[in-house]
């Protein structure tokens, strides 16, 4: 941990990340997302949805569990089954 001025920071490191930027049209709504694959967060990738500016770290896992999606992007069910259903093939 190391200090600058007023700032304590608890980690100041960069990386090169790969990033996907995707815009599709489903049944449910139309999707923008940034998907950032990175080396931290434990594999998984952080999942930035464009329009909303909301964010999740998400992983396979997190993917099967229930309201996840709903709550993170603040969506419908049905919104979510198909953001999930594409997430599924691209984390």
């Not at 990033?19 to 139309?30: D, H, L, P, Q």
């Amino acid at each position: 941990m190391s200090q600058h001025g007023d700032w304590t920071f608890l980690y100041d490191h960069k990386e090169e990340t790969t990033t996907r930027y995707v815009s599709f049209i489903g049944e449910e709504g139309r999707y923008d997302i940034a998907i950032i694959k990175t080396k931290n967060f434990y594999g998984k990738s952080l999942v930035l949805n464009i329009l909303t500016h909301r964010m999740a770290i998400l992983g396979q896992k997190d993917l099967d569990e229930p309201g996840y999606l709903e709550e993170a992007f603040n969506m419908t069910e049905e919104e979510a089954n198909e953001l999930r259903e594409f997430l599924r093939l691209s984390i």
